[in-house]
Antibody, heavy 121, light 111 residues
């Protein structure tokens, strides 16, 4: 079955860190760029970061640049998002997503079910 | 580069509706436009990519276009069905930096 499964979400205090993981299965993971996209409850989609198939190209939204780090392990078919210095406004569902291209300026054709991150004291 | 969508639109079953996505801070045709559908309680799915290409399995009731004179992209849905009730998002890329840009989303009500 083709799927993406996120993990690592939870409740965390402001200023702390969290690491999200995404396990891919059912497709050739190292042939595609990957993304993290979030959606606050009742709000729209916000692209956070993308990574090319070979990790050579990375991109970050201004809202998370310098605080979040995307990475991937093709051997383990996994995508990661290291989130540091978390803020209340980072509270959202975080989705792992697959691009149709090797570079990340393509189109998302597959989404995980999301993992919820809540930042609160 | 920003993409602006109307907050909501509504139309009756069987009719045609067009959702706009207006670019600011750059030309709408500088990069490809994509359209995603997100039904209530579900994750988004791709409808249209590269401005007017229907993704595999998407009915031909859905079509995409751009109008450079208004710097806008459009998603047109014909023969509306109640199942089309969803949020619709346009998406493109910044003209300078390698980052994605989503529109704010449009809630379509079919009643």
């Amino acid at each position: 079955e083709v799927q993406l499964v996120e993990s690592g979400g939870g409740l965390v205090q402001p200023g702390r860190s969290l690491r999200l993981s995404c396990a891919a299965s059912g497709f050739k993971f190292d042939d595609y760029a990957m993304h993290w996209v979030r959606q606050a409850p009742g709000k729209g989609l916000e692209w956070l970061s993308g990574i090319s198939w070979n990790s050579y190209s990375l991109g970050y939204a201004d809202s998370v640049k310098g605080r979040f780090t995307i990475s991937r392990d093709n051997a383990r078919k996994s995508l990661f998002l290291q989130m540091d210095n978390l803020r209340a406004e980072d509270t959202a569902f975080y989705y792992c997503a697959k691009d149709i291209l090797r570079g990340f300026l393509g189109t998302i054709d597959m989404w995980g079910q999301g993992t919820m991150v809540s930042v609160s004291s | 580069f920003m993409l602006t969508q109307p907050h909501s639109v509504s139309e009756s079953p069987g009719k045609t509706v067009t959702i706009s996505c207006t670019g600011s801070g750059g030309d709408i045709d500088h990069n490809f436009i994509q359209w995603y559908q997100q039904r209530p309680g579900s994750v988004p799915t791709i409808l249209i990519y590269e401005e007017n290409q229907r993704f595999s399995g998407v009915p031909d009731r859905f079509s995409g276009s751009i109008d450079t004179s208004s710097n806008s992209a459009f998603l047109t849905i014909s023969g509306l069905k109640t199942e089309d009730e969803a949020d619709y998002y346009c998406q493109s890329y910044d003209n300078v930096d390698p980052v994605w840009v989503f529109g704010g989303g449009t809630k379509l009500t079919v009643l």
